[in-house]
């Protein structure tokens, strides 16, 4: 008989690095031709009172990447947990947190509160703790490359604060250790606490992570928000926007909690719903317009915080214009000027993604400096895609700019072979139970097979996907279904445990989509180890049962 996956449970997390790292030396041509004249560059370098109870392994994990509006009150909960082998060690008093998460400034309410144009706030959070966890720091973060125990860290924090905390109260979990983790860590874990079990916002931050700027970049990434950077390889490059580095780092003015977050970019507010439509123009091809940018910060006139502009009529690339002024948490941007990205949402495979990437004119590998701030009389030009954008003038809080979307025709040339696929699988992977990417297996372990889907096309499709998993011995799994697939990336995952007698040796999972006719698949291998039956052993391909799992979470902030 051919031995069949059983049906196990599904966990995401999210997991990020956040470590500045010098600007790399690998720089990539910006696809564009600028013209810069005129005036110099101006640059320079409490929590709710309502009682807590009742309140009502280094690797890349996977995680959704689906971004929904977000409004209303965000409660989280701040949970203060103490390694066993530093009880005696408390970095902070709760108080210090409370005031850190509060609704004055440079607390994170408040500063959440401009961001998101009162869009959001904080109301209904909490601080916890300080608890003590039952393991040492080395047994969550081993320090022999094994893997994090992230599932264990969350459940073990959330046991010592059950008493005092009614879990479903909140939609996010901001675990706080006493001491270094080596990492910040954020994304979606599953949480049963008190009768609920619920997809948590969740994020992991050591002393090394507690500063105003890296919680915020966090919490940025629970809400689904991914990074952004300049065009170069480096992700902690780009000073505009706190989902890279942006943020107040003088120490003349920093506050007790470190660097200050900057504000985020155009095209992430946009993404959480925070710009109204009427506040956003979109260049349309063949457009020719002048128009006003009010600064993203501080809003003080009714005119448009971003514009858009198509790039070759091509929904998923275009550009985006926002001006930018020092005020509120943007008082030390590294200048006054209106900032271009350059964003490609196919780059987008996962949070950890730059999906805008500042446009800077002279590729110097500094996003920060004089070619990427423009300032009235220069013009940016991409000529390939008939795109210009002229800095007209300066208002008293934004900019005066003039826009023209004038692509060039060509006549269409008759393609060559078979059409290319519409729904695309981008990458498929395999992790343990827990979620860990992981190349290798025993019999009996758990294991989830992934692959990221990608619909183009504005409309939910009726797809039809296919699985198989070959071995030495044969095929183990083999099933196929056809899955309504939403408009964008979403993650589609089949859990399941490895057979007992499946035998040692590479298996192969091949993952399919197909939509119209057109067929996309991917592959990736695992290795099966210390099993018992030998590549001798003769299995029966037999059908096994549907084990389909869409994983189809909404996400909201990210590293």
């Known amino acids: 008989m051919k031995a069949r996956l059983l049906l196990v449970f599904i966990v995401i997390v999210s997991t990020a690095i956040l470590a500045r790292n010098s600007l790399s030396s690998a720089h990539l041509v910006v696809p564009v031709v600028t013209t810069r004249a005129g005036t110099p560059v101006l640059t320079r370098q409490q929590l709710s009172a309502a009682a807590l109870h009742p309140l009502g392994q280094d690797t890349k994990l996977a995680r959704p990447i689906t971004t929904s509006q977000v409004s209303g009150a965000q409660p989280y909960l701040i949970a203060l947990c103490r390694f ?111 009768g609920q079990n619920i997809a948590y916002r969740v994020a992991f931050l050591g002393t090394d992570c507690q500063s105003h700027q890296v919680i915020a970049h966090e919490m940025g990434h629970t809400l689904g928000l991914p990074h952004s950077s300049g065009p170069y390889n480096d992700t902690y490059d780009s000073q505009w926007d706190v ?75 275009f550009y985006t214009l926002e001006a930018r002024r020092f005020v509120g948490y943007d008082s030390r941007m590294p200048g006054e000027a209106v900032i271009i990205h350059s964003v490609d949402t196919s780059r987008e495979v996962d949070l950890n993604s730059r999906v805008a990437q500042v446009v800077d004119s002279d590729n110097n590998g500094d996003p920060n400096d004089a070619g990427a ?45 078979p059409p290319p696929p519409i729904i695309t699988l981008s990458s498929v992977w395999a992790t343990d139970g827990q979620g860990q990417m992981q190349s290798t297996f025993n019999p009996g372990d758990a294991i989830i097979l992934y692959g990221l889907v990608v619909n183009p096309t504005p409309n939910a499709l009726l797809v039809h996907y296919t699985w198989s998993i070959v071995g030495p011995c044969g095929s183990i799994f083999d099933s196929a279904d056809d899955i309504g697939t ?29 939509y119209n006719g057109r067929t996309s698949s991917k592959s990736t291998t695992f290795t099966l180890i210390n099993a018992s039956v030998t590549a001798t052993a003769t299995m029966t391909q037999t059908t096994a049962p549907d084990l389909r799992y869409a994983l189809n979470l909404p996400f909201v902030l990210k590293n």
């Open 486 to 514: 939403n408009s964008g990336t979403s993650s589609f995952g089949q859990g399941g445990s490895i057979p007992f007698d499946a035998c040692g040796g590479i298996y192969t999972f091949t993952m399919g989509v197909s």
């Open 373 to 417: 701030i423009w300032v009235p009389g220069e013009t940016f030009s991409d000529l390939a895609n008939g795109i210009t954008v002229h800095i007209d003038s300066a208002t008293a809080t934004g900019f005066v700019v003039t826009i023209n979307n004038e692509p060039q025709t060509t006549a269409t040339p008759t393609p060559l072979g």
């Open 84 to 194: 066993a082998d530093s009880t005696n060690v408390t970095p902070h008093a709760k108080s210090w947190y409370q005031s850190l998460f509060g609704s004055q400034y440079p607390g994170l309410d408040h500063y959440w509160q401009e961001v998101s144009y009162n869009a959001i706030n904080l109301s209904g959070s909490a601080v916890a703790g300080w608890y003590n966890l039952p393991y040492p720091r080395a047994y969550y973060y081993p320090t022999d490359g094994s893997p994090t125990k992230t599932v264990a860290a969350l459940q073990d924090c959330a046991s010592a604060a059950d008493a005092d905390v009614f879990f479903p109260s909140f939609r996010g979990v901001l675990i706080m250790f006493n001491d270094t983790n080596n990492l910040c860590e954020s994304g979606s874990m599953f949480l049963d606490k008190d």
């Open 243 to 317: 989902m890279s580095t942006g943020g107040d780092c003088d120490p003349n003015f920093t506050s007790s909690y470190g660097c200050l977050a900057a504000h985020t970019i155009g095209y992430h507010l946009d993404r959480l719903g925070w710009i109204p439509g009427v506040r956003k123009y979109v260049a349309s091809p063949g457009s020719h317009s002048t128009i006003t940018l009010e600064r993203l910060a501080q809003p003080q006139t009714s005119y448009y915080l971003m514009a858009e502009i198509p790039i070759g009529g091509a929904a998923i690339r």
